[in-house]
């Protein structure tokens, strides 16, 4: 009987051994902080601190009253599939017909569509390491193998051309690029996408996550589009549009995989949410002067981060140029972040992300969010800086 009982209640493997999100467990932890009275200063979670435009709001409170709540098109609304290609086209001079964008639950629902029609099991997939924490758990979900290639602060953690052409085999099916990226902010430059293109040719399919794509403070973002109309878009409204409680995203994808990832789209989420579409087309058509007031702000908070941090002598060799985050070496004060992160917190009451979070290249850092207020960020900073003060030794000086 308890073997019946241990069967019929046993979950799966794959669940079982998928890893914890740790900025997640961070912010568990904070919270309970919180709840008990002690004061927290986050900068861990990557949300933006805005509340979604006005434009937005006012689009989806009046879908809502027009009855806009049922099941739409699996593909999306013919409206904001116009206005997402015609928001590629002015952004990057890309011409992408409609029919190829496909609007998702979240692009964390666009990123799992694409995995799921592009992985047979076994297939592999190139990442940076370190990347943003969920990758590899998208892939190993679709029973593909993410293959991790080393990625140096020094270079601006940006693809190793050579390191890709010696891991590119008969079983790689995908290689996922993001700029800006998660967690260090850096940009890839053109000429590596450029040449990225190139080394993977035919071989395998480029998805590039440009979620953070219009958060950059120097140059601009570019679209991997550009470099190669056969490639795949993930994008969506949560960073750029403080639209996370929505829950909408796109993916461009290739004429080719248009259907798998439309027939994926029916059998699990049948649809994005209606209402929500419609404030999605407000804030590509006329949130502009939101969006650039956001940029402007993360900025600053930027700049003041990269400062403070100068001032505990902890240099950043790669300025982070988009996103809200900053990749920072604590190796001085650890080997082991994970338990760092949580003894900030607990001592400091500063919440940051443990760069383990990212990958085994991400042992040694943490991630500092900037999204936050800028009286709140110098406090967290005043805080670390304190922190750091009382770990080293006194004649080291290095975070005086």
């Not at 709840?35 to 006005?54: A, N």
């Not at 098109?73 to 002015?90: C, F, K, N, T, V």
């Not at 992300?353 to 967290?380: H, M």
Request: hydrophobic share 40%; with cysteine; aromatic share 8%.
């Amino acid at each position: 009987m308890a073997n019946a009982v241990d069967r019929r209640y046993r979950v799966s493997q794959r669940a079982d051994q998928m890893p914890p999100f740790l900025v997640m467990e961070v912010l568990d932890r904070a919270e309970e902080m919180q709840r008990q009275g002690r004061s927290v200063i986050h900068l861990e979670i990557g949300e933006p601190d805005f509340d979604t435009p006005p434009v937005a709001l006012e689009a989806g409170e009046r879908a809502l009253r027009d009855g806009q709540t049922h099941y739409t098109h699996s593909l999306g609304h013919p409206e904001l599939r116009e206005a997402i290609a015609a928001w590629q086209a002015r952004q990057y001079g890309v011409e992408v017909s409609p029919d190829r964008v496909v609007v998702t639950l979240g692009s964390s629902g666009a990123l799992l569509l694409v995995m799921a029609a592009l992985l047979d099991p076994g297939a592999e997939v190139l990442l940076t390491d370190p990347h943003y924490a969920c990758y590899p758990n998208f892939v190993s979900a679709c029973d593909g193998v993410p293959v991790r290639t080393a990625v140096r602060e020094e270079d601006g953690f940006q693809f190793d051309l050579q390191a890709v052409a010696d891991r590119l085999g008969p079983r790689t099916r995908a290689l996922m690029l993001n700029s800006p990226a998660n967690p260090t902010g850096t940009l890839t430059e053109p000429e590596r996408m450029r040449q990225l293109v190139e080394v993977v040719g035919p071989r395998a399919v480029i998805v590039s996550d440009e979620i953070y794509h219009g958060l950059v403070y120097r140059d601009r973002a570019r679209s991997i589009l550009e470099f190669s109309p056969d490639a795949v878009v993930i994008n969506g409204f949560s960073k750029l549009f403080a639209m996370t409680g929505w829950r909408l995203g796109y993916a461009i994808v290739p004429e080719w995989l248009l259907r798998p990832v439309q027939k994926l789209q029916q059998n699990l989420f049948i649809s994005a949410p209606d209402f929500a579409q419609f404030a999605a087309i407000a804030a590509l058509q006329k949130a502009d002067a939101d969006v650039e007031r956001m940029r402007k702000s993360y900025d600053q908070r930027r700049q003041l981060v990269l400062r403070r941090l100068k001032e505990m002598n902890l240099e950043v060799l790669t300025e982070p140029l988009g996103a809200f985050y900053v990749f920072v070496n604590v190796r001085r004060y650890t080997d082991d972040v994970y338990s760092f992160a949580f003894e900030v917190l607990e001592q400091a009451g500063v919440a940051i992300t443990p760069g383990v979070d990212f990958g085994p290249g991400g042992q040694g850092y943490i991630r500092i969010s900037y999204a936050n207020s800028l009286e709140n960020i110098d406090e967290g900073m005043t805080r670390l800086r304190h922190f750091l003060a009382e770990r080293l030794p006194a004649d080291t000086g290095a975070a005086s």
